[in-house]
């Protein structure tokens, strides 16, 4: 509490011996004590007895006023102290509500730190959100995280999600410079390509996989996706930036979420829709009714390469274990 606020709740009788009044019951009382006391050392008398009268009349004045300023200070904190203290209560409880208004629309309700390996505190809040939507946007790079996270839950989404166009060499170049700098000086840039091209593949097979879990999952395709991932939720926003350059030495970068009053997610919800709209973007649709052939269509579509049955076991194959290994580490529900 405030020094102020602890010095207006100072009691009355404590106020008494630090004010004037204060100075002066003391005065009455030592001089009523010392006309009693040497009143008692005389003889009987004209003297003994203006002694004791004054020592008398002076302690019983001390003891009124005493009583009537304690009385008098009570009513003044009551009639003056007090509204100031509510008044005071009030102004600071709006201002709080100013304040957290403002850190509602600018500021992030959670903020995870770049780590090497996923944090299980941030993946369980993620599936509480999951849990608590009916419609989940995910834009990124392949979309596996998203998949093996559908397949966790036990729900039924309409799912939109916004994911590098394979076909590009634009659409892989942020992550890929991102993952360079993660590996060091002995990274081999056109491995890392490759290896990003297949996260792409499998990440749209694990979407196939998944498709049970929503009623449609919308996928769109882009050359140039924005590199900070973007998960959507009802009620918040999550945003990964691979774009901070001060976490690249971890493989999962710094997160924030936003809840759904602030202006980031907004801002964010509008720029999804616009990603979405695109005129040069490629789409497909799956649903729990999708064949194999009909998604080996649209896979051919989207990434200009056909693929074979043996192909899709192996992919499939690749997607589960990466399954298995995020799921472990993260720390997921079975």
């Known amino acids: ?33 010392t006309s009693m006391w040497t009143s008692s050392g005389l003889d009987p008398g004209t003297a003994k007895n203006l002694l004791a009268a004054l020592g008398t009349g002076t302690m019983v004045s001390a003891v009124v006023g005493f009583g009537q300023t304690l009385i008098t200070a009570t009513a003044a904190q009551r009639a003056m102290v007090t509204p100031v203290i509510e008044e005071s209560r009030r102004a600071l409880r709006e201002l709080s509500a100013e304040y957290r208004a403002l850190n509602q629309e600018f500021f992030p309700t959670h903020v995870f730190e770049a780590t090497t390996d996923p944090d299980p505190t941030f993946n369980a809040l993620m599936m509480r959100d999951l849990k608590d939507t009916r419609q989940f946007c995910f834009r990124g790079f392949s979309g596996r995280h998203a998949a093996v996270r559908l ?32 590996a060091g000086v002995d990274a081999d840039y056109e491995k890392i390509q490759a290896t990003l091209h297949e996260e792409i593949r499998i990440g749209l097979v694990g979407l196939y996989l998944a498709r049970a879990r929503c009623s449609v999952i919308d996928v769109t395709v882009i050359a140039d996706p924005p590199l900070d991932r973007l998960e959507l939720f009802d009620d918040s ?58 998604f080996l269509a649209h896979f051919e579509r989207v990434t200009g390469a056909a693929l074979t049955e043996k192909r899709f076991r192996e992919l499939e194959a690749k997607f589960h274990a990466f399954r298995h290994d995020f799921s472990a580490k993260a ?4």
């Not at 720390?331 to 079975?334: K, N, P, Q, T, V």
């Open 1 to 33: 509490m405030p020094a102020d606020a602890e010095g207006l709740r100072t009691h009355p009788i404590q106020e008494l011996f630090w004010t004037r009044t204060g100075l002066l019951l003391l005065i009455l009382l030592v001089v009523s004590g």
């Open 331 to 334: 720390e997921l529900e079975a």
């Open 151 to 182: 397949l966790h839950s036990h729900a039924e989404w309409e799912v939109r999600a916004v994911v590098a166009d394979p076909r590009e060499r634009t659409a892989i170049s942020g992550r890929a410079r991102h993952l360079v700098r993660n």
């Open 237 to 294: 926003v999550w945003i990964t930036l691979y774009s901070d350059v001060a976490g690249v030495a971890s493989l999962y970068p710094r997160t924030l979420r936003f809840s759904e009053g602030s202006f980031i997610y907004s801002m964010e919800r509008a720029d999804f829709a616009r990603l979405r709209g695109a005129r040069d973007a490629g789409r497909f649709q799956i649903t729990p009714d999708t064949t194999r052939a009909e």
